[in-house]
């Protein structure tokens, strides 16, 4: 299966004040959907700023619903920051998808379940019960209020993609992917690489790095943990224009280690740096050598090298760092 590029450009100067101007916003230091303070996520399309907890229900809606940003760890394009600015912030977005809120529906609130706040927040955007019949979002930019904020595309999902949103999710991964060295050559003397990261049903990429065997990313992408999680899975292929793209490598990481150490040590922000945990090297997995775990500066971080498996030649270079729900 092709695997496209995605491409995102740089925001200019003017946007960033911008997009930094409406997160001073008193509405916006709380989290639209349960109220928790000083919210680090927003939903691009729908143009709200919610807390870490509501980020994983959102991302579990699908980013066709809801498109999950990091405020300040991931790249942002004009065109998302201009439709947050267009809808004006959380009050302005509440005031049309909180429209018709019944008064026995409770918000939830910061120690609220997953389970409520799932069930509250699908109500909210994926089944649209609380908006005017009428300005129910079906496809495309849609005017929603007199002032014509625009909200974003939506559609309602079909089966199986509700199923996706009854996931409960433990925490978020972000995979820092570094560089790769010595990849495989799959066009003439080169190839274009991207990396494609997974866990679950979910899946990230990086942008595609024209005409290189030891590109350099040092790009980050997160991924929501459910709780029955697996191997993070790794694939590496060469971007194509005309036919499929090309497989360079693929390999699998071992979470485990990393989500256990940090459990066991839940105050991180309170401990100095130390190493707290290792993936050991073996026969059966990818490790170039073994994968120390740090607490680093208040965070838990895992230093991973792999040598790609199924090619003839490759290895990458990650660091990943968890970020528990309930921090």
Same mark, same amino acid.
């Given at each position: 299966m092709s695997i496209h590029q995605k491409n995102y450009g740089?925001? %200019? /100067?003017?946007?960033?004040?911008?997009?930094?101007?409406l997160l001073?916003?008193? #509405?916006?230091? =709380? &989290? $639209? #959907? &349960?109220?928790? /303070? @000083? /919210?680090?996520? $927003? %939903?691009?399309?729908?143009?709200v700023f919610i807390c870490l907890k509501c980020s994983g229900v959102h991302r579990s809606l699908g980013c066709h619903i809801s498109k999950v940003l990091s405020v300040t760890l991931d790249d942002w394009s004009d065109d998302e920051i201009d439709s947050m600015i267009d809808v004006g912030g959380n009050s302005s977005a509440n005031a049309i998808y909180e429209a018709y809120l019944p008064s026995e529906t409770k918000k939830p609130r910061p120690e609220t379940s997953h389970e409520e706040r799932l069930s509250f927040i699908? %109500?909210?955007?994926?089944?649209? !019960?609380? *908006?005017?019949?009428?300005?129910?979002?079906t496809s495309g930019k849609t005017s929603v209020s007199d002032s014509q904020k625009s909200l974003g595309s939506f559609s309602i999902s079909d089966t199986s993609q509700r199923m996706a949103g009854m996931v409960e999710f433990i925490g978020v991964m972000k995979v820092k992917v570094?560089?790769?060295t010595d990849l495989a +050559?799959? @066009?003439?003397?080169?190839? @274009?690489?991207? +990396?494609?990261v997974a866990i679950g049903q979910q899946k990230a990429q990086t942008t595609v790095i024209k005409s290189n065997l030891n590109p350099v990313w040092n790009e980050e992408l997160m991924l929501s943990v459910p709780h029955d999680y697996g191997a993070l899975k790794l694939q590496v292929f060469d971007h194509d224009m005309f036919s499929a793209d090309d497989i360079m490598?693929?390999?699998?990481? #071992?979470?485990?280690?990393? =989500?256990?150490?940090?459990?066991?040590?839940? @105050?991180?922000?309170?401990?100095e740096d130390m190493q707290i945990g290792k993936w050991l090297k073996s026969n059966d997995n990818a490790l170039i050598r073994d994968s120390?775990?740090?607490? +680093? #500066?208040?965070?838990?971080?895992?230093?991973? %090298?792999?040598?790609?498996q199924?090619?003839?030649?490759?290895?990458? !270079? *990650?660091?990943? !760092?968890?970020? /528990?729900?309930d921090q």
């Open positions: 740089k925001p %200019s /100067p003017g946007n960033l004040r911008r997009l930094k101007e001073l916003q008193s #509405d916006n230091r =709380i &989290c $639209a #959907d &349960c109220g928790a /303070p @000083d /919210p680090k996520w $927003a %939903s691009a399309n729908i143009g699908r %109500s909210k955007y994926e089944l649209q !019960e609380f *908006l005017k019949p009428s300005l129910r979002i570094i560089k790769g +050559v799959r @066009d003439m003397r080169t190839s @274009d690489p991207y +990396v494609v490598g693929e390999a699998e990481i #071992d979470v485990q280690p990393l =989500i256990t150490a940090a459990t066991a040590h839940e @105050d991180v922000g309170m401990v120390i775990i740090n607490i +680093v #500066d208040g965070k838990v971080k895992q230093e991973v %090298s792999l040598k790609l199924n090619v003839e030649s490759g290895e990458l !270079e *990650l660091e990943l !760092e968890w970020m /528990p729900l």
